[in-house]
């Protein structure tokens, strides 16, 4: 199958909104290159530090390319999301450029590759490629990640706040549902914490058969099950953690379903939420009857973590 690649060319103003947007719009998958990042010249990372190629970055402003299959692409597409860009409220939008390429199904493999390689996401965790040797120290836990077209790779802010408060609260024994799992790697992040059983859902066929091959890739496809599922509806068995790295939007329509599902004490960890949203979610969490007892905020994105208390 072939892939449409659509490029964007936005202001910097533009882009705490743009994955919003594109993933609306069913965008498979999203890459931001961000001129900012170039001019820091190494990132620091839990102690790590990384060199970055100006030849992935613009010069100026942000980049954003994302993809649709043959499929899902058509050409209302660009006024669509030209016309949702120019609709944001109380965002200056200076600069709009947009194009687009075909890419062969064989290249679509090749243009992740392209920019993903191993880091590490937490102080914990070390995201690797599938693809890509690694000698993992002593303390590292190594999760290999082959995101093919579903979402979390960790690098994005997140999924690697994510992973933190996975790491920080998530304990043996506690059982767990993921939902909107994509590549799975929280799944075998809590996996690799002890927690057990776990349960993964995606609407997205591709996204469950992508996580149960990456669920396959770290030997942890029997511990963890799988399905196709809407969000936390049809979802009967109570559980001391619920996962949701998806949508500020969506993720306000799931607080008051985690909220029943969650056993005494339960964790909600949430995530996928761009700061002007932050007070919406915790407000909601609160009147459900959670407890915010953490609050992660990273280039614009937000995490929270709350604990059932009523």
């Not at 860009?85 to 392209?114: G, M, P």
């Not at 082959?146 to 992973?163: E, I, N, Q, R, V």
């Amino acid at each position: 199958m072939d892939y449409k690649e659509i490029t964007l060319m936005i202001n910097h103003e533009v882009e705490p909104f743009i994955a919003d947007i594109l993933n609306e719009l069913g965008a498979n998958g999203i890459v931001i290159e961000d001129s900012l990042e170039l001019q820091k010249g190494r990132i620091e990372t839990f102690g790590e530090i990384y060199e970055l190629n100006p030849a992935d970055y613009p010069d100026q402003d942000v980049r954003v390319k994302c993809y649709y299959s043959q499929f899902d692409y058509n050409d209302r597409l660009l006024t669509e999301i030209e016309q949702a860009v120019y609709s944001l409220h109380d965002v200056e939008v200076t600069r709009f450029e947009i194009s687009t390429a075909a890419i062969k199904d064989a290249d679509w493999e090749n243009e992740w590759k392209n920019h993903f390689h191993a880091f590490k996401a937490s102080e914990k965790f070390t995201v690797v490629p599938s693809w890509e040797d690694y000698q993992a120290e002593d303390d590292e836990e190594v999760i290999q990640l082959d995101p093919g077209m579903a979402f979390g790779t960790g690098d994005h802010a997140t999924t690697s706040m994510c992973l933190r408060l996975v790491e920080q609260y998530v304990k043996p024994g506690m059982s767990v549902i993921d939902v909107g799992t994509g590549s799975g790697i929280l799944s075998i992040a809590a996996h690799r914490m002890g927690a057990a059983p776990i349960r993964a859902v995606d609407l997205d066929k591709v996204a469950v058969r992508v996580a149960e091959e990456n669920f396959a890739i770290n030997h942890c496809q029997d511990a963890i099950e799988t399905d196709t599922g809407n969000l936390l509806v049809c979802e009967t068995e109570t559980r001391d953690v619920v996962i949701a790295n998806i949508l500020a939007h969506i993720v306000d329509l799931m607080v008051d379903d985690a909220f029943n599902l969650l056993n005494e004490d339960g964790l909600f960890i949430a995530s996928g939420i761009i700061d002007e949203k932050e007070k919406l979610i915790t407000d909601h969490m609160i009147a459900a009857g959670f407890k915010v007892v953490t609050v992660m905020r990273e280039k614009g994105w937000v995490a929270i973590l709350a604990r059932k208390v009523q």
